[in-house]
């Protein structure tokens, strides 16, 4: 079996878990709004330049119930969608779309999906049951794999292969600022350790991992 699909396999106690490698409560960093994301755990394409190879590797991260998972994301009740990054979120796909329908019983939310996946092989070659599922609940997804020769430094896409899909119309009205509006960025701190939010331009990217590397983060 795929590291993958044994991740978002069902435990017999508890069933779906999300493998997270990190969340970020209340950024507008990832989309329009106030906006809650997750990042998953496992990757199969290891782009070359990722700006998070560490939740690269097929391991155990914070295993979490998607209904737990979606309070916590809603913890700060302004906050009006969800993004989904990674890693790779549709290798999680059934258990993320536990999340996403926990929190719409919760709120009115929209959710945003990046994926290294284009949205037709995820159609012909889904990589985990739940991934129709998922794409029925998501508003925006963001396609392909990152190509660091591509950054353009505009919108939301990491690179300009990537392509935005409307799949609903909830956030059609944002289109220009997805594709092509100015990049934003936030570094959170956490005790000793920081942790940058958004799709950072080439310079913003260079200075935090100047940082990172003096502070030892």
Same mark, same amino acid.
């Given at each position: 079996?795929?590291?993958?699909?044994?991740?978002?396999?069902?435990?017999?106690?508890?069933g779906l878990m999300v493998q997270v490698a990190a969340t970020c409560v209340g950024t507008r960093a990832l989309g329009p709004g106030l906006r809650s994301? /997750?990042?998953?755990? =496992?990757?199969?394409f290891r782009c070359a330049g990722c700006i998070a190879p560490d939740w690269i590797p097929y391991r155990p991260g914070r295993g979490v119930r998607p209904d737990d998972l979606a309070a916590e994301l809603l913890a700060d009740p302004d906050v009006t969608g969800l993004t989904f990054s990674g890693g790779e979120p549709m290798t999680q796909a059934s258990a993320l779309a536990g999340v996403i329908g926990h929190g719409r019983r919760m709120r009115e939310l929209t959710l945003?999906?990046?994926t290294g996946f284009r949205l037709a092989e995820l159609r012909a070659r889904p990589p985990d049951p739940g991934v129709a599922a998922l794409l029925?609940?998501?508003?925006? /997804?963001i396609d392909g794999r990152y190509v660091a020769a591509r950054n353009d430094g505009r919108g939301l896409r990491g690179s300009d292969n990537q392509r935005i899909h409307f799949l609903s119309g909830r956030l059609t009205a944002a289109g220009a600022e997805l594709a092509s509006g100015p990049r934003r960025a936030e570094i959170r701190l956490s005790g000793s350790s920081a942790m940058l939010v958004g799709v950072p331009s080439r310079a913003?990217?260079?200075?935090? =991992? =100047? /940082?990172?590397?003096?502070s030892g983060t």
């Open positions: 079996m795929h590291a993958a699909e044994q991740m978002a396999s069902p435990s017999p106690e508890h994301v /997750l990042w998953v755990q =496992g990757c199969p945003i999906c990046f029925a609940q998501t508003d925006v /997804l913003v990217m260079e200075t935090f =991992g =100047g /940082l990172s590397a003096r």
